[in-house]
């Protein structure tokens, strides 16, 4: 695996979180996360209860909260990987969105889905529990989904399993604990600039195809060859209040790793002391040659942004945390790292708890 897979150097994220900081300010003053579908317009933020959200004011408190945690200094022996895999095929698209526009069908721009099959703009954390799933692990029933891609008027879906690998985005990997569930986040802007996406704290290497990389829009060409294709990595924040499974932008419960003075170690700030896994997204789409016809349903290559809904069976998420995030190893989507067969896996061979 290449180094690029890694998360974001200390010095890089101390730079991007500040830029991040006075957006997350903008966003709180008027939090409008979502564009409406097809236009890019900002939205207000949806009114319309729902069973987790009853008054509608867009703050859905965690039951119980995760009180008395400061932010790990910890400092654990050196493993360059710490993460594991979650493999999810597509598995419908729609311009809905259960996190900006929740109880609101065909609001949203269009929307590719991975993941829970049930998911639409009523899905609640019982409902994706009740779900089905196109993910390797049968216990991995959250829903991920970001804006469609189109090549003209062709929507352009990746073909087969996608990476969402959960990682560690903190030096002390071991205090990395499970997501709760019914977490929610929105990552990146659809009304960002394309600067604030080149130089957003989960910017990793933005759009490439061959040996082109970091691009903040999408390339004029791509080599035009059968193992060619359009990618973007791009990474979640991982740090936690513990208090809101939801707030009203639906990104202010959530926070970047910062560097802790005087030192190179990324820790939680204190604001957000719970270190979570951090998702990163490694997308590949089927396209390649003359792409100046391809688009976002949000817009332009630098609104691309996604969502994620945490409705993982908890003890599966636990084990694979565990065994993989905490115990500094490089596991597939069954909690295996090939190069430590000493160490087992995590779950069985249908990809669930033994």
Not at 43 to 63: F, K, L, Q
Not at 152 to 181: E, H, M
Not at 225 to 252: E, K
């Amino acid at each position: 695996m290449s180094r690029r897979s890694q998360f974001l150097p200390g010095a890089l994220v101390t730079s991007a979180v500040a830029l991040a900081v006075l957006g997350v300010t903008t966003a709180a003053a008027s939090p409008a996360p979502h564009g409406a579908a097809g236009t890019g317009r900002t939205m207000a933020v949806p009114t319309d209860a729902s069973p987790e959200d009853p008054d509608g004011d867009g703050y859905i408190p965690a039951v119980p909260p995760v009180t008395g945690v400061t932010p790990s200094t910890g400092n654990p022996p050196h493993r360059y990987f710490h993460e594991f895999q979650a493999n999810c095929a597509v598995s419908h698209t729609k311009a809905d969105d259960p996190i900006a526009h929740p109880r609101q069908p065909g609001t949203s721009h269009d929307h590719t889905f991975m993941g829970n099959t049930s998911t639409d703009a009523y899905s609640t954390t019982a409902s994706l529990s009740a779900g089905g799933t196109t993910c390797k692990a049968p216990g991995d029933l959250s829903g991920y989904w970001m804006p469609t891609l189109y090549d003209g008027d062709r929507p352009v879906l990746p073909v087969g399993p996608q990476t969402i690998y959960y990682k560690a985005g903190v030096t002390d990997y071991t205090s990395v604990r499970p997501f709760p569930k019914g977490l929610r986040f929105v990552v990146g802007d659809p009304m960002q600039s394309a600067d604030a996406f080149r130089h957003h704290p989960g910017f990793v290497e933005g759009w490439e195809c061959g040996d082109s990389y970091f691009n903040t829009e999408f390339p004029a060409t791509c080599p035009n060859r059968a193992d060619v294709q359009l990618n973007i990595r791009f990474q979640a924040p991982s740090c936690w209040d513990g208090t809101y499974l939801d707030t009203p932008d639906h990104r202010g419960h959530m926070a970047y790793p910062v560097v802790r003075p005087g030192t190179n170690d990324d820790v939680c700030p204190a604001g957000h002391p719970v270190a979570l896994p951090m998702i990163e997204f490694k997308m590949a789409f089927p396209v390649n040659g003359d792409l100046s016809r391809v688009r976002l349903s949000s817009g332009t290559g630098h609104s691309f942004h996604y969502d994620f809904f945490n409705a993982w069976d908890e003890r599966t998420l636990k084990a694979l945390v565990d065994h993989c995030v905490a115990g500094g190893l490089q596991c597939d989507a069954r909690g295996y790292d090939q190069t430590h067969p000493e160490a087992g896996a995590a779950l069985n061979a249908d990809y669930r708890l033994p």
